[in-house]
Structures are given as structure tokens and as C-alpha cells.
């Protein structure tokens, strides 16, 4: 099976947490607590854990979301269809950041019901998800963090 990653991240209710990821996302379920709940999201293990600790809704995608990368530009569009098909919030919307330069690549996000922030990418060029070290862009300048 090799190495998957594993991200755990906090959520204030199970039954609308569920409805994002396993309805909304596709992720399958892996275990479930009244506090925990462990889910498949495309082969890596994602963990809800609940809190009661105040989760804001935040002002900027930065410093902190997770996501996928898709290495097809057809299954990106698919996750686009299938979030807008689900009726999912999105944080901003599809676009397209760096056009028409190597680090070129098509972009949303979504904020689950707990305000995390996902996003979900397909860049232009392959080796520009991890080489192109000669470009120093990453993320935006002007956004607030």
C-alpha cells in the first residue's frame, strides 16, 4: 500500500461533518465515536475530532487548509461538479492563480461546517507541484494571513 498521509482536524458536530465529507466529498468511513470519525479521502486518512474549544471562521485561506492535488485536469472538474452538485460552501470559488506561467494551476476551496478549509488543485505543469525552483511564488501576496 505504501505511505498515505494522515491529517486530523477539528469538528463541532459528527452528523454534519458526515454529511461534508461522506455525502458531500465522497470520502468512505473508516471508524466512528460520538467524538471521533475517521474517513477515506481519495486513499488518505483524514480524522475529525471533535472540540469544544471555539472554531472560527476565518478571514483568509492562510496559514491553514489541506486538500488534494489532481494529476488530471478531468477529475479537478469533477470535483468541482460534484461540490457544486452537493451544494458545498465554497470559499472561493474555482479560478486559475499564476496564469500562464510554470506554477500555473486551477484552484478552489471549500470550508467544511466547522470552518476548515480544503482546497483542491490541478496544476498546468506537473513538476510544478513540487520543482520549479527557480519561481519563488507561493500562495498570494495579498491575501491576509
Given at each position: 500500500?505504501?505511505?498515505?498521509f494522515h491529517v486530523?482536524?477539528?469538528?463541532?458536530?459528527?452528523?454534519?461533518?458526515?454529511?461534508?465529507?461522506?455525502?458531500?466529498?465522497?470520502?468512505?468511513?473508516?471508524?466512528?465515536?460520538?467524538?471521533?470519525?475517521?474517513?477515506?479521502?481519495?486513499?488518505?486518512?483524514?480524522?475529525?475530532?471533535?472540540?469544544?474549544?471555539?472554531?472560527?471562521?476565518?478571514?483568509?485561506?492562510?496559514?491553514?487548509?489541506?486538500?488534494?492535488?489532481?494529476?488530471?485536469?478531468?477529475?479537478?472538474?469533477?470535483?468541482?461538479?460534484?461540490?457544486?452538485?452537493?451544494?458545498?460552501?465554497?470559499?472561493?470559488?474555482?479560478?486559475?492563480?499564476?496564469?500562464?506561467?510554470?506554477?500555473?494551476?486551477?484552484?478552489?476551496?471549500l470550508e467544511d461546517?466547522?470552518?476548515?478549509?480544503?482546497?483542491?488543485?490541478?496544476?498546468?505543469?506537473?513538476?510544478?507541484?513540487?520543482?520549479?525552483?527557480?519561481?519563488s511564488d507561493v500562495?498570494?501576496?495579498?491575501?491576509?494571513?
Amino acid at each position: 500500500m505504501g505511505v498515505l498521509f494522515h491529517v486530523a482536524f477539528p469538528m463541532k458536530n459528527v452528523e454534519e461533518t458526515k454529511r461534508f465529507y461522506v455525502e458531500g466529498l465522497g470520502c468512505a468511513i473508516g471508524r466512528e465515536s460520538k467524538v471521533a470519525l475517521t474517513l477515506n479521502l481519495e486513499g488518505h486518512q483524514i480524522v475529525a475530532q471533535m472540540t469544544s474549544e471555539s472554531v472560527e471562521k476565518p478571514k483568509s485561506i492562510y496559514p491553514r487548509h489541506f486538500g488534494l492535488v489532481f494529476t488530471s485536469k478531468e477529475e479537478w472538474q469533477t470535483m468541482v461538479d460534484r461540490a457544486k452538485d452537493k451544494k458545498l460552501s465554497f470559499f472561493k470559488e474555482p479560478s486559475t492563480r499564476f496564469a500562464g506561467s510554470p506554477l500555473e494551476h486551477h484552484t478552489f476551496f471549500l470550508e467544511d461546517p466547522a470552518h476548515n478549509l480544503l482546497e483542491f488543485k490541478h496544476y498546468t505543469k506537473e513538476s510544478a507541484i513540487f520543482g520549479e525552483r527557480n519561481f519563488s511564488d507561493v500562495g498570494d501576496a495579498d491575501e491576509p494571513r
